[in-house]
């Protein structure tokens, strides 16, 4: 175990240098849902009913969205790595396997720590109210999720290192799906019931829901308790399968 931990901290360290170096590639990565904010806030209190709840439903929104853009595209990292070798030499390297997935997918929670701070340093003078708590505890419950979520695109990008675009053809078919489906944009509970349907089998929406929540200050709630039983699936799903595709191609 503690091979594995020190394994792990020497990928997510060699991970994150090149963010360190270039902080402004997190914060241009930025624009995207920023220009969501600023188009879709002034629509909402039409859909939602009200003026004061559009930011605190949308914001949480826009946080998972950001994670969710960033994450599932960290493949394309890893396929630029194998195109220039730097992949295989570190699967010479004394490090375990696992840990090669593992630290990689861990990385990808520096970015969206920083990300949703400032979109919420970017909506407080707009009205958005932070509730501290709630907030901190769901970025660890969205740091959860993207793990997981890092670790499948990782293993996306295994699966088509020898056909870039299916990497790029797989990841959009998904992303805008999920990402409807869960409700980041508008709601669908009155959507047709096929749609409702479709929504409750996304382990987005619950993740979603839990963000909501928290981070209008419901902390101890069964919605909550749903969003991180979701998240800790999702990464675990992600883990086992990101492990397991490290190892074959190692083989």
Known sequence: MSTFVSDTAT??????RP????????????????VFLALFTPLLPDVLGSDGSALQWFVPGIV????????SATGSNLLFEIQTGSHERMLVSPLG???LIVGRALKE???MFVQTAIIVVATIPFGFELHLAGALLGLVILAVFCVGLGALSYTLALASKNQEWMF???QQTLIFPLLLLAGMLLPVDNGPAWLRTAADFNPLTYVVDAERALFNG???????AGGAVAAVV???LGLLVGTRAMRRVSA
């Open 218 to 224: 419901e902390i101890l709630s069964g919605t909550v």
């Open 109 to 111: 929670i520096v970015p």
């Open 64 to 71: 998972v969205m950001s994670c969710l853009f960033g994450t």
């Open 97 to 99: 396997r696992p840990s």
């Open 168 to 170: 790029w053809a797989v």
């Open 234 to 236: 999702v990464a675990a």
């Open 19 to 34: 963010v360190l170096r270039n902080p402004f590639s997190v914060i241009f990565s930025m624009l995207q849902p920023l």
């Open 11 to 16: 990928v997510f360290s060699r991970e994150l």
